[in-house]
């Protein structure tokens, strides 16, 4: 197993830092940077985390506790997902004339980069794949009985009205902006510049992102608000991005073949 001054060493070079470099990044001198990679010191483990950051990988990899070819960021897991969206689309789509499927493939990605319009799915009577570059790819499976049941979904209609609700949008984009993850309304509408009203109040209670407690100040009981729910935070910028994509949809390419399925790219 590396020691760390060697897995330093190592990230560096892969990073194509010199010396001086990964010195002026981490704030320390280039002799610190040789003694570490040398095994004559190791670095102040306060040091660890800013040194993980600036390779991009965690501190236990640091430590030569996990095979560093083996670890992914969240960015290289979204482009492998993104890939293996591609591929699986590619294999379901008729061949085209194309003798092999990475010509499809290569092709698609291709028309993708240049073309910002373009995205590339199939809808079957199964379940709907959908993605663009710009966004990234959506998966649905069919809905318990048929996709028009979508339609009669009062919760869908409640969370289209929810984020109907233009001051609510606000204040939720100023919590994300500032983490400001604990505070009362008047607060959060005074950074915001929104007006305090019931309807908001009303919004924030029913989106369920946060809980609310009851604290008693100079005998005036004033309500704090924290978000504690953020997971919701996920199919909500799921349900905002795919609506700007219909806003904007524009129609470039799409296919039908025989089986019941719709291609598009």
């Not at 897995?7 to 560096?12: E, G, K």
């Not at 073309?115 to 993605?131: A, L, M, P, Q, S």
Request: include cysteine; aromatic fraction near 10%.
């Amino acid at each position: 197993m590396n020691t760390i001054g060697e897995n330093i060493a190592m990230f560096r070079k892969q990073k194509g830092f010199t010396q001086e470099a990964l010195a002026s990044a981490i704030g320390v001198s280039a002799q610190t940077i040789s003694k570490w990679e040398n095994n004559t010191n190791m670095p102040d483990i306060m040091l660890l985390p800013i040194i993980a950051d600036v390779f991009g990988v965690r501190i236990d990899v640091l430590f030569g506790r996990q095979d560093p070819q083996s670890y992914r960021t969240p960015k290289d897991a979204y482009d492998m997902c993104c890939d293996a969206v591609l591929e699986t689309l590619v294999s379901c789509m008729p061949s085209s004339g194309f003798t092999y499927p990475n010509e499809a493939l290569e092709l698609i990605k291709k028309n993708l980069v240049e073309d910002n319009r373009r995205r590339t799915g199939i809808i079957r009577k199964e379940g709907i794949v959908y993605y663009r570059k710009e966004i990234g790819g959506l998966l649905l499976n069919k809905s318990e009985n048929h996709w028009y049941e979508l339609l009669n979904k009062q919760e869908a209609a409640d969370t289209l009205n929810l984020l109907s609700n233009q001051d609510f949008r606000t204040a939720l984009a100023e919590i994300i902006k500032t983490q400001k993850t604990v505070f009362t309304i008047p607060s959060l509408c005074n950074s915001c510049k929104i007006q305090c009203t019931s309807a908001l109040e009303d919004a924030f209670n029913k989106s369920k992102l946060f809980i609310a407690k009851s604290v008693d100040v100079d005998d005036k009981i004033i309500l704090i608000y924290e978000l504690v729910n953020g997971n919701r935070l996920f199919p909500l910028f799921a349900a905002l991005t795919y609506a700007a994509e219909f806003s904007t949809y524009e129609d470039v390419y799409a296919g039908y073949s025989g089986d019941g399925s719709y291609y598009f790219a």
